[in-house]
């Protein structure tokens, strides 16, 4: 027997994404990504069916590019009529399997990498010859809301013609659909016929499924015209109200987003490195992104530049407020910007508090405004120092947000210091479009609408609520509460000079979901555990006791593997037939794990060198290349803006 490796070809999906690789002797039969979103949590099931047409085995990769935010819930393939499962397991537990398995000679691989918004699954089978194989993986995210819109964004690159091929999403948004779109990059008249999207006032079912000949380039060629961004946006109907609670089984979800209300004024500082490691395109990028957000501004807003290297450097000593010519001059400075030099992180970050500080005591700064400081570096050193300080220096009066530029920052330490205050930190990848992460981050932060928000329920009434106080709300942005309930609510979001009344009947919300087609199990229970799964593991980053970190990271293990959930805290075991010897272990790594976009937990592939030989029985010797890896009655309140 002679087996070969395939070569790497690829189908990839931003939201709900496959990648699938394989060789011209195995024939994709079909591929399908059918999602149904439901009340923004989304259910993606990713099945490939092929088979080995030649005279000897095969071996088929299946990969599956998912979103970061998506926990894998199950995997199988079954090859000739036996499946082979996945099995979720306690990570310590998983990762012990793995050392006995590579103890023993047997090959073995992680099989998740991470680039900018993805995490890749990625397992391999050795086909026999005439042999079928189908893949199936599923996974499920709650969609966040971002600049007023849910996205759905498929990177669709098959690089071969696939007879069966379609992507079908059913979406159900009890509120209403405000408005649905789709767009595409690669969309041809002969493609525009395969678009199929029909929508009502609570539904849309968006089908995509070209025929051969519609994929074809030309009739002569069998190339295929799927090369590129396949997107659907939408967005549901809501007011300026308590927004909207669903319930199913006993467990509900709260949805809070109003609408047309004014905004705070801002007072934001840049603080921006401007070290040696941040020349070149780095530096350049940064000063376009800077000119474009001063634009921005508002006239009732705030603003200062800091600078820093070895030293630090103040464009003004004081905050001013967002004139046109004031906004001019700083435009001026930041195109004199330069990288040179060191990286004195806590001295710049110092300075911003301190500046802040100043201009509260002077009353410079509105009564009723959000102070902010922006820092973006591409280094950290002296973390804990930096930590200390800068938690004593802006306590809970600031929002500090991190940008994390590339690979060698400290991530983190970054988003343990953002947590700390209300923030959030978020990597800027180093691509010709990190001018575009830098003005979209500023975007989503740049219209404060409510703040110091608390979602009150009746007591005695709500069991294992979530998150339920906000520091800040963004216009655009959505606020998500779930939890367990006993009884009706009588919702009452409410803020100082603000009231917002809903009531929610118990039976009558959970007549909405008996429209079986649109659902999937006990959904909402299974969000809120996704919810409650990500909030436990975000507090046990900013957890200042230990015990305090070990009682949430627990709790989150014992819901990953109650709801089957592949999250930092578990792995997946895949096992193969006995005779290939192959053992795969499938980890979400975080963030902070990360090294030039690879998880730096994640081992080689290995091969044993008897599997070669074994493999090539007759033939010549053919090498086996590894897979690449590198090193909230409820009451909420909170205060309105624009007063």
């Not at 999403?169 to 509120?175: A, G, L, T």
């Not at 004081?318 to 195109?335: H, I, P």
């Not at 102070?371 to 200390?388: A, C, H, P, R, Y």
């Not at 009746?458 to 339920?468: A, G, H, K, R």
Request: aromatic share 10%; proline share 3%; hydrophobic share 40%.
């Amino acid at each position: 027997m002679v087996t070969s490796k395939t070569p790497c070809l690829n189908f990839s999906i931003l939201f709900q994404c496959i990648p699938f690789f394989f060789q011209n002797a195995i024939e994709i039969y079909s591929l399908h990504v059918d999602s149904t979103v439901t009340s923004r949590f989304a259910h993606t099931v990713v099945t490939s069916r092929l088979v080995n047409k030649v005279n000897e085995s095969q071996e088929a990769v299946f990969e599956v590019e998912l979103p970061k935010t998506a926990f894998i819930t199950n995997f199988s393939m079954s090859i000739d009529g036996e499946t082979y499962p996945g099995t979720i397991k306690e990570k310590a537990s998983a990762q012990e399997q793995y050392d006995v398995a590579v103890s023993r000679g047997q090959s073995a691989g992680l099989v998740k990498t991470t680039g900018r918004k993805l995490e890749q699954f990625h397992v391999s089978v050795n086909v026999a010859s005439d042999s079928k194989v189908t893949f199936e993986l599923i996974y499920e995210e709650l969609l966040k809301r971002q600049l007023g819109k849910y996205e759905l964004l498929f990177k669709v690159r098959p690089k071969q013609l696939v007879k069966h091929f379609q992507i079908d999403v059913h979406i159900f948004e009890p509120q209403g659909i405000n408005f649905l779109e789709t767009d595409s990059t690669f969309m041809t008249n002969e493609l525009t016929e395969a678009l199929t999207k029909l929508q009502n006032e609570t539904k849309a079912h968006i089908l995509f499924k070209p025929t051969i000949v519609q994929q074809k380039k030309s009739p002569e060629l069998e190339e295929t015209l799927l090369d590129g961004d396949f997107i659907i946006r939408y967005d549901v109907k809501r007011g300026v109200s308590a927004g909207d609670i669903q319930i199913v089984n006993g467990y509900f979800v709260h949805y809070f987003a109003p609408t047309e209300m004014p905004a705070f004024p801002k007072n934001v500082i840049f603080v921006v490195d401007q070290s040696g490691s941040m020349s070149g395109r780095k530096i350049e990028q940064t000063r376009g992104a800077l000119l474009k957000i001063l634009e921005d501004l508002r006239p009732e807003d705030h603003f200062s530049l800091i600078t820093f290297n070895s030293l630090v450097t103040e464009w003004k000593n004081t905050l001013l407020q967002a004139t046109g010519q004031n906004v001019e001059s700083a435009k001026r400075y930041v195109k004199t910007v330069m990288a040179r030099g060191g990286t004195d992180i806590n001295n710049a970050l110092l300075t911003a508090a301190n500046t802040l500080d100043k201009a509260n005591y002077a009353e410079i700064l509105q009564a009723h405004s959000i102070s902010m400081i922006i820092l973006l570096t591409d280094g950290v050193q002296d973390v804990e120092i930096i930590q200390q300080n800068i938690q004593k220096a802006i306590k809970e009066k600031y929002v500090l947000y991190c940008l994390g530029f590339g690979f060698d920052v400290s991530y983190k330490f970054l988003e343990k210091m953002a947590l700390d205050s209300g923030g959030i930190a978020r990597r800027i990848y180093e691509d010709s479009d990190s001018d575009l992460q830098l003005q979209g981050f500023y975007q989503e932060v740049a219209t404060p609408i409510l703040k110091d928000i608390e979602i009150q329920y009746p007591e005695n009434s709500i069991l294992e609520l979530t998150q339920n106080s906000f520091k800040l709300f963004f216009d655009g942005s959505e606020i998500v509460v779930a939890g367990r309930i006993d009884n009706e609510l009588d919702v009452l979001p409410q803020t100082s000079n603000l009231i917002f009344k809903e009531e929610a009947n118990v039976r009558e919300k959970e007549k909405v979901f008996q429209h079986q087609k649109y659902i999937f199990g006990n959904f909402i229970e299974r969000l809120w555990a996704y919810l409650t799964i990500q909030q436990l593991l975000e507090k046990s980053i900013s957890a200042q006791e230990e015990q305090q970190k070990n009682l949430q990271v627990a709790r989150a293990l014992e819901l990953s593997m109650k709801y089957s959930f592949v999250t930092p805290l578990t792995s997946m075991v895949v096992t193969k037939p006995d005779d290939q010897q192959k053992l795969h272990l499938a980890n979400k790594p975080t963030e902070s794990e990360l090294v030039d976009g690879f998880n730096m937990l994640t081992p080689r592939m290995i091969y044993p060198p008897d599997t070669i030989k074994r493999n090539n029985k007759g033939g010549g010797r053919r090498k086996l290349q590894g897979s690449r890896v590198g090193p909230k009655d409820s009451l909420a309140q909170g205060r309105g803006g624009g007063e």
